[in-house]
Nanobody
């Protein structure tokens, strides 16, 4: 069983930056592709970014491309999301997730989820 714990969320002004972290335990971290998703109030969960097992491949939602960077440290069992030039529309609960079988942008493909961390961007 894999446990995922997000941290690093909080309030920030538009144009600011935050760095989210996702700490994993209970499994072999380097065996999973890892993703970030977010859910804003009243909206469906949406894909943000995904990183391959080795960290050599990444993919982003168009809405965050050029502003967010996903990375991972397999030695530390941790994944990160560096978020720059934040906008009010980035306000959401951010979730990290682990995908045992692939490298997917679809939440339904992920096997384990964290509890989420709130990011609130004010204008």
């Amino acid at each position: 069983q894999v446990q995922l714990v997000e941290s690093g969320g909080g309030p920030v002004q538009a144009g600011g930056s935050l760095r989210l972290a996702c700490a994993a335990s209970g499994g072999t971290f380097s065996s999973y592709a890892m993703g970030w998703f977010r859910q804003a109030p009243g909206k469906e969960r949406e894909f943000v970014a995904v990183i391959s097992r080795s960290g050599g491949s990444t993919s982003y939602a168009d809405s965050v491309k050029g502003r967010f960077t996903i990375s991972r440290d397999n030695a530390q069992n941790t994944m990160y999301l560096q978020m720059n030039n934040l906008k009010p529309e980035d306000t959401a609960v951010y979730y990290c997730a682990a995908d045992l079988l692939g490298y997917s942008t679809k939440g339904s493909r992920y096997d384990y989820w964290g509890q989420g961390t709130q990011v609130t961007v004010s204008s």
